[in-house]
């Protein structure tokens, strides 16, 4: 039997390579001053967005839409004057946002379609002609979708 590998992905372990762990160790720097960042937007806003960055006293976002980007950007004085009150970000002067729609959109549910009696009927005769026994067992399977 296969042992697990034991995985860790914390910055100081110190079994990674070097650059695996200035990720990790830049990943957290980033973790945290999303979570600080989310913190001083509007509770309303704040699930929409995500940081992105912070370089030379600007800050950029992302919304999910244009709307929320607005909104965001109308906001700015009171979500940069709330930033400034943290060390990180007390030199934050300008706010940009940038609109990225979701990655994912929601799957679809699959809808079923039902079929007429006369094309019940059809794939029925179909199946009726056919010599291939598996094609025959699906003609014949899909001829009872038949609508009400």
Do not use: Y
């Not at 079994?15 to 990790?24: A, I, N």
């Not at 009696?117 to 899909?142: P, S």
């Amino acid at each position: 039997m296969k042992r697990k590998t034991h995985l860790t992905f914390e910055p100081t372990d110190a079994r990674h390579p070097p650059g695996l762990r200035r990720l990790l160790a830049d990943a957290e720097v980033h973790r945290q001053a999303e979570t600080r960042v989310l913190a001083a937007i509007p509770a309303s806003l704040a699930d929409k967005c995500r940081f992105l960055s912070f370089r030379d006293g600007d800050l950029t976002l992302s919304a999910e839409s244009s709307v929320i980007a607005s909104q965001v950007r109308m906001r700015q004085h009171e979500i940069l004057t709330e930033l400034r009150k943290s060390a990180d970000f007390q030199f934050a002067w300008r706010l940009r946002v940038k609109v990225s729609p979701p990655r994912t959109t929601p799957a679809s549910a699959a809808k079923k379609e039902l079929l007429s009696k006369q094309n019940a009927r059809l794939l029925e005769e179909e199946a009726g002609h056919t010599k291939d026994e598996g094609l025959r067992e699906v003609l014949e399977k899909l001829s009872r979708h038949i609508k009400d």
